[in-house]
């Protein structure tokens, strides 16, 4: 069984690009998180949703960052414009529904923004 | 105060030792509590949870719960050069999951 998929695994822009980092969960899983790890740090949760619903976004920097997971199985997280302190590795996890506390994470996508 | 405390290490040891890691929360309200392994540049992988207080055994690895004191424990026996990693304690409770920062450990051949 495939794991949780990220893509790309590293990306270099410069401040004030816009970046867009792609995950598709494991197949059957419901829940969707997006979290962000900054060096020396454990993961920090951006958002969750349940299917194609954003359930918890109150972490989320709204004013640069959006996500979306319309069809409820893959999703996409966007920053425009990326800043300076956006560097950090965004993750992303599945679990299903009722498990909530077992989630399987992605190998993430490492951001340099110069 | 910060909802989980861990202490990032770095910790090292030799192999064969008995490691021990720990959490320690302050919100009752947490229900799971999970270790997760990460290796550098990898994604956190899911070693145990446990939902009561007490241990919880898997092959070389014990978690430790304990409730009352609002303390976790993650224990390593014999351990070997692959376990060096980081590992991160996370808690659950109704729409909640947070993360320590990680303990960095390398054993050492």
């Known amino acids: 069984e495939a794991g949780v998929v990220q893509s790309p695994r590293y990306k270099i822009i410069e401040k004030k690009q816009p970046v867009a980092f792609w995950c598709n969960p494991i197949?059957?899983?419901?829940?969707l998180y997006w979290y962000l790890q900054n060096l020396g740090q454990g993961p920090e949760l951006l958002i969750r949703?349940?299917?194609?619903?954003?359930?918890?976004d109150s972490q989320l920097p709204k004013d640069r960052f959006s996500a979306e997971r319309l069809k409820g199985v893959d999703s996409t997280l966007k920053i425009q414009p990326a800043e300076l302190g956006d560097s950090a590795v965004y993750l992303c996890?599945?679990?299903?529904?009722?498990?909530?506390?077992?989630?399987?994470f992605g190998p993430g996508t490492r951001l340099l923004v110069l | 105060q910060k909802e989980v405390e861990q202490d990032p290490g770095p910790l090292s040891v030799p192999e064969g030792a008995i490691v021990s890691l720990n959490c320690t929360y302050s919100?009752?309200?947490?229900?799971?509590f999970m270790w997760y392994r990460q290796y550098s540049r990898k994604g956190p992988e899911l070693l145990m949870y446990?939902?009561?207080?007490g241990n919880k055994e898997d092959g070389r690895f014990t978690a430790q719960v304990d409730k009352s004191s609002k303390y976790i424990s993650l224990f390593i026996r014999d351990s070997q050069p692959s376990d060096s990693a980081t590992y991160l304690c996370?808690?659950?409770?109704?729409?909640?999951?947070?993360f320590g920062t990680g303990t960095r450990l390398k054993v050492l051949a």
């Open positions: 996890a599945s679990s299903l529904s009722i498990q909530q506390e077992t989630q399987y």
């Open positions: 197949s059957g899983h419901n829940t």
């Open positions: 949703y349940e299917n194609e619903e954003a359930v918890d």
């Open positions: 919100n009752s309200a947490f229900q799971y």
């Open positions: 446990t939902y009561s207080s």
């Open positions: 996370a808690l659950a409770g109704t729409y909640k999951y947070i």
